[in-house]
C-alpha cells in the first residue's frame, strides 16, 4: 500500500496455499482502493478464480492478451483506445492464480504498458511503474504445455521469466480456516491434514522426490472394496442421487475428480443413466478452415465422420446427452460481467434446439437464469495440421471433471478416481486440496490388472521452488 500511495513502481508476488486468505487480502487492497476512487484491476488466470474477486475478470480478456502468446508478443490494446486510458489511471493491478499462467502473458503486459506509459516517461520501468501484485501457490498446476518435458513446463512459469528479478515475494503461512474448528480436536484434524498436503504439494512426504514417487494414502480415504469402480465411486461421491439430483446445494458441493477426459466422459454418461427423465441429444457441426489449407485436395479427405471423432482440450465433445436438472460446466467466457465464464457450474432448465436454458449453481449472479447458444470454437493450439471450426454449446457435463478444471474451487465432497496415475505437477496436492477435511474425500486407484491400490504417483517438481 506504501507502493500504491507514492506511486512508485513496485512488483509484488504473494505466495500461500489454500486458506490462508489471499482472496481475502485482494478484497481488502480492492476496497480500500476505491473508497477512495482510485482505480483498481481485478484479474486472475481461471474463470473460477475471476469470479471470487470484486470486478474480477480473466487476464487474457481484460488485457486482450493473444492465444498463443509468443516470446515477442503484445496485448492488442491500442495506445490511444479506452483501455489504454484505463490503464494509465490505474493504481494497481492485482493478478491472482499466477503460477497457472504462461511467463509470455506477463511479458506480453509489461511491453504494453511499457508502451501505454510512455509519455509519463515510464517506458523503461517494469511494467510502465505500474504496482503490480502476483498471486498464487506454486504447488498447485503450473501452465499447460503440450506435448512439454518437464524442463519445458518448469521454464514457462513466472519465475522464469526476467520479471522476476523486479518482484519482491510475500509469504502468507498461517491457515485461516483452522479458526473454524468447532473444537480443539477438530481444530487439530483440520491441521494435521493440512501439513500433510503441503507436504505432498512440496514432494516432502516420500523424499528424495526427483519429479516422481510413490506416496501412500491414509487407508480411512481408500475405496477398498468393489465390484465396478464406477458405481462405487458415484456411489460414495453421489450418495441418495436420486433423491436430489435436482437440488442445486447437493450438486454443487461435491464432484469427482479424474486424470484425463476419456473417464470423465465414462462417468459423466453413467450418472445422466441414473436420472429420470428425458435425454435430449445435440451433435455439432465440424468443418476445416480453408483459409490455412495451401492443398484444397486435403480437404477432400477429411470427412465429416473423422472430424467428428477428433477430441481435444478446450473443446466439447462432439455428441452431447443432457436431462433436465443436469450440472454442466461452460467451456468458453459468454458474459463475465454475469459471472458466465470458462469453468462456471449451470443446472439445465429446459432444453430447445437451437439454444439451453439454464441456473447458474453458485458465485455471481447464483439463481439467474441465463441462455446458452450454440457457438463456433477452435483450439487455441491444434494439435492437427489443420484448424478446425466446432459449432457445439460450451459445455460439459459436470458430475466428474478434469483435475485441472477444479483449480480454484472449493467442495465439501470429492471422489478421486484415479484407474491412471496423475502425470503433471501438482495434479495429486491440488485434487486432495479441494476439500478441507479428510471426511470430504474418498478415493479409488487400482492399476492395470484391476488390482486396488493403496498408492499412488506424486509428480513434484522441486526446481520451481528453488527462487521463491
Known amino acids: 500500500m506504501t507502493a500504491v500511495h507514492a506511486q512508485n513502481s513496485g512488483v509484488f508476488f504473494l505466495h500461500g496455499y489454500g486458506g ?3 482472496t481475502y487480502m485482494w478484497r481488502t487492497l480492492a476496497s480500500a482502493l476505491r473508497s477512495k476512487h482510485d482505480i483498481c484491476l481485478t484479474v486472475a488466470t481461471s474463470g473460477i478464480a475471476s469470479l471470487l474477486l470484486p470486478g474480477g475478470r480473466t487476464a487474457h480478456s481484460k488485457f486482450k492478451i493473444p492465444v498463443p502468446t509468443m516470446d515477442n508478443s503484445t496485448c492488442k490494446i491500442d495506445y490511444d483506445d479506452d483501455v489504454a486510458d484505463l490503464l494509465r489511471q490505474t493504481k494497481l493491478i492485482i493478478w491472482d492464480e499466477a503460477p497457472m499462467a504462461h511467463k509470455h502473458a506477463f511479458e506480453s503486459l509489461d511491453r504494453t504498458l511499457k508502451d501505454v506509459m510512455r509519455t509519463y516517461g515510464n517506458s523503461k520501468e517494469i511494467f510502465g511503474g505500474k504496482v503490480v501484485v502476483f498471486g498464487g501457490d506454486f504447488r498447485q498446476i503450473l501452465p499447460v504445455v503440450p506435448r512439454g518435458s518437464r524442463s519445458d513446463i518448469v521454464h514457462t512459469t513466472i519465475n522464469a521469466s526476467y520479471i522476476w528479478r523486479s518482484v519482491e515475494v510475500l509469504t ?14 477438530e481444530k487439530k484434524e483440520i491441521a494435521d491434514f493440512s501439513k500433510w498436503l503441503l507436504y505432498i504439494g512440496e514432494g516432502k512426504v516420500s523424499e528424495p522426490n526427483h519429479g516422481f514417487s510413490d506416496i501412500e494414502l491414509p487407508p480411512e480415504l481408500l475405496i477398498m472394496d468393489y465390484n465396478d469402480p464406477i458405481v462405487a465411486i458415484v456411489n460414495s461421491t453421489y450418495p441418495d442421487f436420486i433423491q436430489n439430483y435436482q437440488s442445486n446445494d447437493y450438486l454443487k458441493s461435491r464432484a469427482i475428480l479424474v486424470s484425463t477426459l476419456e473417464v470423465v466422459d465414462q462417468i459423466n454418461r453413467h450418472v445422466l443413466d441414473l436420472m429420470p427423465g428425458d435425454m435430449k441429444e445435440y451433435y455439432n457441426s465440424n468443418t476445416v478452415d480453408r483459409s490455412e489449407i495451401h492443398d484444397t485436395n ?14 481435444t482440450s478446450g473443446l466439447p465433445n462432439h455428441h452431447i446427452c443432457l436431462k433436465v436438472g443436469t450440472p454442466v460446466m461452460l467451456m468458453r467466457d459468454i458474459d463475465q460481467s454475469e459471472g458466465l465464464c470458462n469453468g462456471t457450474r449451470v443446472m439445465i432448465t429446459k432444453m430447445a434446439n437451437h439454444v439451453i436454458e439454464a441456473k447458474i449453481m453458485a458465485g455471481k449472479g447464483c439463481g439467474n437464469l441465463v441462455y446458452i447458444p450454440r457457438m463456433d470454437m477452435s483450439p487455441s493450439q491444434s494439435p492437427w495440421p489443420f484448424k478446425l471450426k466446432q459449432r457445439q454449446f460450451p459445455i460439459i457435463v459436470s458430475y466428474a471433471r478434469t483435475i485441472n478444471k477444479s483449480q480454484g474451487q472449493s467442495l465439501d465432497t470429492v471422489g478421486l478416481y484415479l484407474p491412471r496415475d496423475v502425470f503433471t505437477h501438482g495434479q495429486i496436492y491440488v485434487a486432495l486440496s479441494r476439500v478441507t477435511t479428510k471426511q470430504g474425500i474418498k478415493i479409488l486407484i487400482y492399476d492395470q490388472n484391476d488390482r486396488l491400490k493403496s498408492t499412488t504417483t506424486n509428480v513434484v517438481y522441486k526446481e520451481v521452488f528453488n527462487n521463491i
Open 20 to 22: 490462508t486468505g489471499k
Open 172 to 185: 502468507l503461512t498461517q491457515n485461516m480456516r483452522l479458526q473454524s474448528g468447532p473444537n480443539e480436536h
Open 298 to 311: 486435403v480437404v477432400d479427405i477429411l470427412t465429416p465422420e473423422f472430424l467428428s471423432s477428433l477430441t
